[in-house]
């Protein structure tokens, strides 16, 4: 990261572990739902090792965060309450899901219901 590129000064996870807060030394700061982070998840579980390979992850609405774990000093590994916790997400990353929410969370839902999919976990 260069100097310009926005700094996270702050990792706040909600009480109820169903938002982490970034906050960046630009004065931003996005509350990701946990949901929102589990489905958009770097790992390669979710992203694949290609575009094609990427996966739509469904009933994750009542998803929550576990733990919040520093890797070096460029990203976090989050653990959710599925058990998933393989990915790393940086800063960069991180600023872009609080920064393209709107985007990325449509696409998501559009996903969802092209392929026939729901946000709630099927019981």
Do not use: C
């Amino acid at each position: 990261m260069t100097a310009a590129t926005p700094w996270p000064t702050e990792l706040r996870l909600a009480a109820d572990k169903r938002t982490l807060t970034v906050s960046f030394d630009t004065g931003e700061s996005h509350p990701l739902a946990a949901e929102y982070l589990r489905v958009t998840s770097p790992s390669a579980e979710v992203q694949g090792h290609s575009p094609a390979e990427r996966k739509t992850v469904p009933g994750k609405r009542d998803v929550r965060i576990l733990a919040v774990e520093p890797v070096g000093n460029y990203a976090v590994r989050l653990t959710f309450d599925d058990l998933h916790s393989s990915g790393i997400y940086g800063w960069d990353y991180l600023l872009t899901l609080g920064r393209d929410r709107e985007r990325i969370w449509g696409e998501y839902l559009a996903e969802l219901d092209a392929k026939g999919l729901g946000r709630d976990a099927r019981r």
